[in-house]
């Protein structure tokens, strides 16, 4: 039986043309998978920095089957694996904290593969208020309507169910549910997706230390080590054979 949090990565193995489809006009099909890899390098780090003493191990949640030594580098050493089938984002949700509660973690937080500068501090401050006493869910709200965390200490299936996915209304529909079945909710600071060209240009903004419209006051992103050089290597001259 495992102890303290799990925390989660849910992602799609970055394989050249599969994923991110909205990024490829920026990068072609190969840019954007080892974008994508960036991300989930970045994200990963970010859970590592949550503070071990709280207890926590990391996971990737992720497809398809048979693309695991194309992720596994991709993540610390240690980190778990658990494959998601066909099935809505809220099968995939509720099946992957329901194992990871099964599996004896106190709390299982689960976020996005999208957010590479995400704040280690907020992922810590979701284990925190789901370790308070009593029952309530946590969601770091997404500037797109969706959330880029969502935190449990218990399964509920019905949190997951008729939920308009890849909608303005995700976050909206899942509070709803949530109230109805009478589950409290905590809310963190918003943070941002970076999916299009629009989030993208926030993240080349965030990158060069230019504020974000939403972000808290002192709510720092994380270094996003990978994504900053994958970048600047996109920006550097080519030497030619005259230099």
């Given at each position: 039986m495992a102890a303290g949090s799990a925390i989660a990565i849910i992602c799609k193995t970055p394989l050249p043309g599969r994923g991110k489809?909205?990024?490829?006009?920026?990068f072609g099909p190969d840019g954007t998978a080892v974008l994508s890899a960036c991300f989930i390098r970045d994200v990963a780090a970010a859970v590592e920095a949550v503070p071990e003493a709280i207890g926590r191990h990391g996971y990737a949640v992720y497809a398809p089957v048979g693309?695991?030594?194309?992720?596994?580098?991709?993540?610390?050493?240690?980190?778990?694996?658990?494959?998601?089938?066909?099935?809505?984002?809220?099968?995939?949700?509720?099946?992957?904290?329901?194992?990871?509660?099964?599996?004896?973690?106190?709390?299982?937080?689960?976020?996005?593969?999208?957010?590479?500068t995400l704040p280690p501090l907020l992922i810590a401050a979701a284990v925190a208020a789901?370790?308070?006493?009593?029952?309530?869910?946590?969601?770091?709200?997404?500037?797109?309507?969706?959330?880029?965390?969502?935190?449990?200490k218990r399964p509920h299936r019905r949190l997951f169910e008729d939920i308009p996915w890849s909608t303005e209304a995700v976050l909206t529909a899942?509070?709803?549910?949530?109230?109805?079945?009478?589950?409290?909710?905590?809310?963190?600071?918003?943070?941002?997706?970076?999916?299009?060209?629009?989030?993208f240009a926030l993240l080349e903004d965030e990158l060069a230390g230019r504020p974000l419209p939403f972000a808290e006051?002192?709510?720092?992103?994380?270094?996003?080590?990978?994504?900053?050089?994958?970048?600047?290597?996109?920006?550097?001259?080519?030497a030619t054979a005259a230099d």
């Open positions: 489809t909205r990024l490829q006009p920026l693309s695991e030594d194309v992720l596994r580098p991709l993540l610390p050493p240690g980190w778990g694996l658990l494959a998601w089938q066909d099935g809505t984002l809220g099968v995939v949700l509720d099946g992957a904290i329901s194992a990871f509660l099964a599996r004896g973690h106190d709390c299982a937080v689960i976020v996005n593969a999208d957010s590479p789901l370790r308070a006493p009593g029952e309530r869910a946590v969601f770091g709200p997404a500037c797109d309507g969706g959330y880029y965390l969502v935190g449990l899942t509070l709803a549910r949530a109230a109805e079945i009478g589950l409290e909710v905590v809310l963190l600071p918003p943070w941002y997706d970076v999916d299009d060209a629009a989030t006051p002192g709510l720092i992103g994380g270094p996003a080590r990978h994504t900053r050089a994958f970048l600047a290597s996109r920006r550097a001259p080519v």
